[in-house]
T-cell receptor, first 110, second 112 residues
């Protein structure tokens, strides 16, 4: 099936610095790209999303970028805090269901 | 409170047994899903159910079957569990197909 690649699998950053997670997809019909945060023992929750008619979206410290030509999208967390430590998943959808990336474990250290 | 509710939270069973998991959403959404999250945290779609149209991930073994009485309920039955079925099963719903997912708290299955 169509894959969604996500890198890195583990990301360790200093508190206050930026963190970047990159995803790529195969299905050129994909038009919706959400990002989910999953804390230990919890279910995944949407934090930000972007549709194919946009290239950039920002909500507070979260920025998502979409390059449709390259079939890549990315999440950038500026000014990371300890509360940002969690698993992050990208996903891509072509209208039937969302396919998830392999996840990134983000660790924000003091 | 409107949300996605799953029962049970945990289930431990023996190889070959049949299990059923329940999921109900009170969000008024049209589409429901089952995802499997394995020990490496990989999230894989199993089923999508929208307006009585079932979309099956072709990699799902036939011992898995979804059951829906209406658009607010989507249960999952596993006819004869195997050790590799041990995982967290996450139910989710969305307003329309493939829109923002709202997940339940999950059912952790352990097969001995």
């Amino acid at each position: 099936g169509e894959q969604v690649e996500q890198l890195p699998s583990i990301l360790r950053v200093q508190e206050g610095s930026s963190a970047s997670i990159n995803c790529s997809y195969e299905d050129s019909a994909s038009n919706y790209f959400p990002w989910y945060k999953q804390e230990p023992g919890e279910n995944p929750k949407l934090i930000i999303d972007i549709r194919s008619n946009m290239e950039r979206k920002q909500i507070q410290e979260l920025i998502v970028l979409l390059d449709k030509k390259a079939k890549r999208f990315s999440l950038h967390i500026t000014d990371t805090q300890p509360g940002d430590s969690a698993m992050y998943f990208c996903a891509a959808s072509a209208g039937t269901y969302q396919r998830f990336g392999t996840g990134t474990k983000l660790q924000v250290v003091p | 409170e409107t949300a996605v509710f799953q029962t049970p939270n945990y289930h431990v069973t023996q190889v070959g047994n049949e299990v059923s998991f329940n999921c109900k959403q009170t969000l008024g959404h049209d589409t429901m899903y089952w995802y499997k999250q394995d020990s490496k945290k990989l999230l894989k779609i199993m089923f999508s159910y929208n307006n009585k149209q079932l979309i099956v991930n072709e990699t799902v073994p036939r011992r898995f079957s979804p059951q829906s009485s209406d658009k607010a309920h989507l249960n999952l039955r596993i006819k004869s569990v195997e050790p590799e079925d041990s995982a967290v099963y996450l139910c989710a719903s969305s307003r329309r197909s493939a829109e923002t997912l709202y997940f339940g708290s999950g059912t952790r299955l352990t097969v001995l």
